[in-house]
């Protein structure tokens, strides 16, 4: 019984973290703003501060315009980390950042909204999988964003706070 638990926590943990974001043909823009340094770094959801082994994210420079991003989840029955990889680019619309991710092997991009907060913190939201339209068009899909970004029901109702960690 206590497995079963333990299994519904970690999926629930999973869902909750890394859900189900938008998935999209094309990004919001081709790859043309400068990395962010702020960015860059380890990062932890605040609610697995106190665990001894929590899920956390790694944000590298890949190049210029690129960031190599690692998605690592601890699996308490192997006693083991797994790792997903991306490679992710930003865009501002507006005064509001998204990050596009792809997935190693993956044709589509993920988004995310961005609020990188003063001090050593950042809040993520997926932005909705119950958006119904498909884009093959970036700029339809920009101003698609920019008509509804600035709405709650843009975003999965669960947001996460990162807090950076000292290396």
């Not at 797994?82 to 589509?108: C, P």
């Not at 997926?126 to 964003?145: A, G, Y």
Request: glycine share 2%.
């Amino acid at each position: 019984m206590k497995r079963i638990a333990a299994y519904a926590s970690i999926l629930l943990v999973a869902v909750t973290l890394w859900g189900c974001p938008y998935k999209s043909k094309v990004a919001l823009t081709d790859a043309v703003e400068k990395v962010d340094t702020n960015l860059l770094g380890k990062w932890i959801p605040e609610n697995m501060l106190e665990k001894e082994s929590p899920e956390y994210y790694v944000l590298n420079k890949r190049d210029s315009l690129h960031y190599d991003v690692e998605h690592y989840q601890y699996d308490d029955e192997n006693k083991e980390y797994n790792l997903k990889q991306y490679v992710g680019h930003t865009t501002r619309l507006d005064a509001i950042l998204f990050m596009n991710l792809q997935e190693s092997g993956s044709k589509e991009f993920l988004l995310y909204r961005l609020d990188v907060l003063p001090g050593m913190s950042m809040t993520m939201y997926e932005v909705t999988d119950n958006i119904d339209e498909q884009f093959t068009d970036p700029k339809q899909m920009r101003e698609f964003f920019k008509k509804y970004m600035n709405l709650s029901f843009f975003y999965n109702k669960d947001s996460v706070k990162l807090i950076r960690m000292k290396e």
